[in-house]
């Protein structure tokens, strides 16, 4: 038997060498694929925050919120499933790991509106 090879997702190269510094779980009780998770990622000075739509199968390890040198987003988009075309994994089987299925993910603009130079009223 082959084992399919697993490929990684492009939203973000290296996930590893980030860590988890804000975990938001939105669920829509009237439209499942209206529920996200917003996951904010921080390197150095580099703030990422990333939406994953319609997220399925959240496990969240003992340990969280420790760092998860492991984390690893694997892209789905070929394997012809439903609803699922990325995946939130970790390599590595670190404490307190954060693992998931989800529709889609994208990338959030991450400063708030004073930073960007809007006005706030």
Not at 42 to 61: A, C, M
Request: net charge negative.
């Amino acid at each position: 038997m082959t084992m399919k090879q697993l490929i990684p997702h492009p939203i973000l190269p290296s996930p590893h060498e980030y860590d988890i510094s804000s975990f938001h779980y939105h669920i829509d009780s009237n439209d499942a694929g209206q529920s996200f998770i917003d996951m904010t990622l921080t390197r150095n000075r580099q703030v990422v925050t990333l939406r994953f739509w319609q997220p399925v199968s959240l496990k969240i390890e003992e340990g969280f919120p420790q760092p998860t040198r492991g984390m690893v987003f694997y892209d789905h988009s070929a394997d012809g499933l439903e609803n699922i075309t990325v995946e939130v994994s970790d390599f590595e089987a670190s404490p307190g790991a954060v693992t998931f299925f989800a529709r889609s993910v994208e990338q959030l603009e991450n400063s708030a509106p004073w930073e960007r130079g809007c006005t706030v009223r």
